[in-house]
């Protein structure tokens, strides 16, 4: 299985390329024999100053020696793969051929540790128009299609979709990104990270929201403000610093799924699992409250300790209940319980109808059973 990487450390100076050029043609760490630069290049030996000299020329006739000097590639196979380096090599040559035909490209299969991978070392500049090399977010996906093209004509595996560089199965908040810089930045420097923020303030935000304006309002008392237009695909994230996250981006690096549709099917089973626990709670309430109205007094006490007009001491074991904000659900129960009290017989109104609608079918007619016993 090969994996294709770009490299994005700063590729704007002579000496950055020269350097690169150094450390992939490092005796320790390369055949001699293992070694190609595709044309034009007229030096009899390739030594990282021969090569260095040559990318230089083409960019000086072109009058372009300036900006972005050389793209960084590296292509790595599993240490169980049954792969030589000669096939690597084969490999690596094949790929340069048909990804960088126009431009002038070290390569180097590196056999220095337990799995076999190789380097290419791109001249940004073409050889056969002068044009620069621009690569996009779809060309690398066309780069990884055909780095997997040619793993399976060769009988060796690829990535599955869903799975890890070793086979296991990608869990939630498994990093993985384009960029072998990006990988190790959030790998081992995760709190550093201005993205791998963002993923965790939207894991915190939406794990309560139940609606869009929840979830909004959630990341902005995190520091991230949150631009979701309906005439827009994609859900951005910006910090107080004003640097954006797109919800794309945390998907492909984080295997997080925070897109529109995704986002929006979590308020909805929020909203369940919140109505769920209410509606059983308020049931329950309802039931005791219509059986032993001496409940009042307790409730009205609490009801007045919540709107602060209780005048005396609180009833013993409440401050646990009266602690925080009671729920919408649970002032309508109070009063229920209270229009229950000094009632010995009473007809069933409209709004006990519909209070009755909304209790299981069980439940419904053990309360008929009980007002004809009466």
Same mark, same amino acid.
């Given at each position: ?23 992939? *043609?490092?005796?320790?760490?390369i ?6 630069v595709?044309?034009? &290049? ?7 100053? $021969? ?9 000086? *006739? ?11 590639n590296?292509?790595?196979w ?35 540790? !337990? ?8 001249? $940004?500049?073409?050889y ?6 621009? $690569?996009?977010? !779809? ?32 869990e ?14 959030l ?27 929840? &979830? ?20 951005? &994230?910006?910090?107080?610093?004003g ?5 794309? !981006? ?11 549709? =995704? ?7 929020? !909203? ?6 209410l509606?059983?709670d ?29 005048t005396?001491d609180?009833?013993? #074991?409440? =401050?646990?209940f009266?602690? #925080?904000?009671?729920?919408?659900? =649970? ?8 229009? $229950? ?7 069933p ?7 009755? =609608? ?14 004809r016993?009466r």
């Amino acid at each position: 299985m090969a994996i294709n990487k770009t490299v994005n450390k700063s590729t704007k100076t002579h000496g950055a390329m020269r350097n690169c050029m150094e450390y992939v *043609l490092r005796e320790s760490k390369i055949n001699s024999s293992l070694v190609y630069v595709s044309s034009p &290049f007229d030096a009899e030996e390739i030594t990282y100053d $021969t090569v260095y000299r040559s990318f230089l020329e083409e960019k000086k *006739l072109w009058n372009k020696d300036s900006g972005r000097m050389y793209a960084h590639n590296i292509i790595s196979w599993h240490k169980d793969e049954e792969i030589t380096p000669e096939e690597a090599y084969e490999f690596g040559k094949e790929f340069v051929e048909q990804w960088f035909a126009e431009f002038q490209t070290l390569m180097a299969v590196h056999v220095d540790r !337990n799995h076999i991978h190789l380097h290419m070392v791109t001249n $940004t500049v073409s050889y056969i128009d002068g044009h620069k090399l621009h $690569t996009t977010k !779809n060309e690398l996906e066309e780069m990884k299609q055909l780095t997997n093209r040619m793993c399976e004509s060769r009988g060796w595996s690829t990535p599955e979709k869903g799975k890890d560089y070793h086979g296991n199965d990608l869990e939630m908040g498994h990093v993985r990104a384009w960029s072998k810089d990006k990988y190790h930045m959030l790998l081992h420097n995760v709190k550093e990270s201005y993205v791998a923020a963002c993923a965790l303030a939207i894991l915190e935000a939406k794990a309560d929201a139940c609606s869009q304006d929840d &979830f909004i309002r959630n990341m902005k008392q995190k520091g991230w403000h949150v631009i979701w237009k309906p005439t827009r695909k994609n859900i951005t &994230f910006v910090n107080e610093e004003g640097k954006k996250v797109r919800d794309r !981006n945390i998907l492909k690096t984080f295997n997080i799924n925070v897109t529109k549709g =995704e986002l929006l099917d979590e308020f909805i089973r929020n !909203n369940e699992r919140r109505n769920g626990v209410l509606r059983v709670d308020e049931e329950e309430r309802i039931r005791r409250a219509a059986e032993d109205a001496e409940l009042a007094g307790y409730y009205q006490q609490v009801q007045d300790a919540l709107e602060g007009t209780g005048t005396g001491d609180r009833a013993e #074991g409440i =401050e646990d209940f009266t602690a #925080g904000e009671v729920a919408p659900g =649970e002032r309508r129960s109070i009063r229920e319980a209270l229009a $229950t009290k000094g009632r010995t017989k009473r007809t069933p109104g409209t709004e006990d109808r519909k209070r009755e =609608e909304q209790l299981p079918i069980l439940e419904q007619q053990a309360k008929r059973n009980r007002r004809r016993a009466r």
